[in-house]
């Protein structure tokens, strides 16, 4: 009897124990299918956020070197520009500063440009000329102009004007310069192109 009883407590403790084994082996590969799977997952999402990160440095980099690459070209543009305004600047400067500084120079180029306001015959003219220069044109335009026209010559001396002239009908309502600052324009239209394939080929 206690043999019987003694193998049936066996029996039931060898089952329970092989029954708590195969539990115990089924929960651990459950809990190792689960662990892979957050594993996966977890590299998964890992591979994503690298991925948009990679991407946006990437994007970053082009957007930074295109801006750096625009910056730069602007400011070489920037920079040709003020030599290319410096180098003929000093070209023209100097120059029409002193042709339109002598008196001789502006009596010529006054004469010139009213005879071809008279080939119709006889029209009042103003002027508007230097301050710096009255003493040597006043007579002359006053006196001489106005005799080789065969009409008028009003004649303002101006400090505004600092070389050259301004010249028009008397009632014309308008006029036509030739100080210095429209001859500088005039001229550096003229020399900018050839002056920067010069400079920058």
């Given amino acids: 009897m206690q043999n019987k009883l003694q193998e049936l407590t066996d029996k039931l403790y060898n089952e329970g124990l092989s029954k708590g084994r195969q539990e ?43 801006d750096v690459k625009m910056a730069s070209s602007q400011s070489l543009a920037a920079t040709k520009k003020d030599i290319e305004t410096l180098v003929v600047g000093k070209m023209t400067d100097e120059a029409v500063k002193k042709a339109l500084s002598s008196a001789d120079f502006v009596k010529d180029l006054i004469k010139a440009v009213a005879e071809k306001f008279t080939t119709d015959g006889p029209v009042d003219l103003a002027l508007v000329l230097p301050e710096s220069l009255k003493k040597d044109l006043e007579p002359f335009v006053t006196k001489e102009l106005a005799k080789i026209l065969g009409a ?50």
Avoid: H, W
């Fill in 152 to 201: 008028g010559v009003e004649a303002n001396f101006s400090k505004k004007v600092s070389g050259g002239f301004q010249i028009g009908p008397k009632d014309g309502g308008y006029f036509v310069s030739f100080t210095q600052e429209t001859f500088d324009q005039l001229i550096s239209e003229y020399l900018r192109p050839t002056t920067k394939k010069l400079l920058f080929g």
């Fill in 24 to 66: 115990g082996e089924e929960i651990l590969a459950k809990a190792k299918v689960q662990a892979d799977e957050l594993i996966a997952k977890a590299q998964a999402e890992a591979a994503q956020i690298v991925a948009a990160a990679q991407k946006q440095a990437e994007e970053m980099k082009t957007k930074t070197a295109s």
